[in-house]
């Protein structure tokens, strides 16, 4: 892996982290005095990870992109804010492939919605 010690900082981080951090957090977090790397070294880093499936990427529409551990989990996205919390419906695989009729591989689902400190806001 390219940069590996790199890498596995942001591995790291991703995985321990319940924040849904973007390449410009990431890159804030695993600077020190002796690991300064450049923002362009962190987004290749974050993308070989992605197609690893190390990492997931996290897109919401007018968002950074944001990264997130592999465990089965889904998003609340606030369409005010762009905040990310994670919520667990289990796994739906096999209902989609019963209305399908088809295999499922994969999928991510995103829900819309207005967090509290925005609604509060209103």
Known sequence: MKNSGYAKKILDLVESSH??????????RIQSESCRPVLATVYNNLNHLTEQNLIRRI?????????????????????????????????????????????????????SWICPACRTKK
């Open 19 to 28: 924040e849904h951090l973007s390449a410009e957090q990431i890159h804030e």
């Open 59 to 111: 897109a919401a529409e007018g968002q950074p992109d944001r990264y997130d551990r592999m465990t089965r989990h889904d998003h609340l996205i606030c369409t005010v804010c762009g905040s990310l919390q994670d919520v667990f419906l289990g796994d739906l695989s096999e209902s989609l492939k019963e209305q399908t009729g088809e295999e499922i591989t994969g999928y991510d689902l995103r829900i």
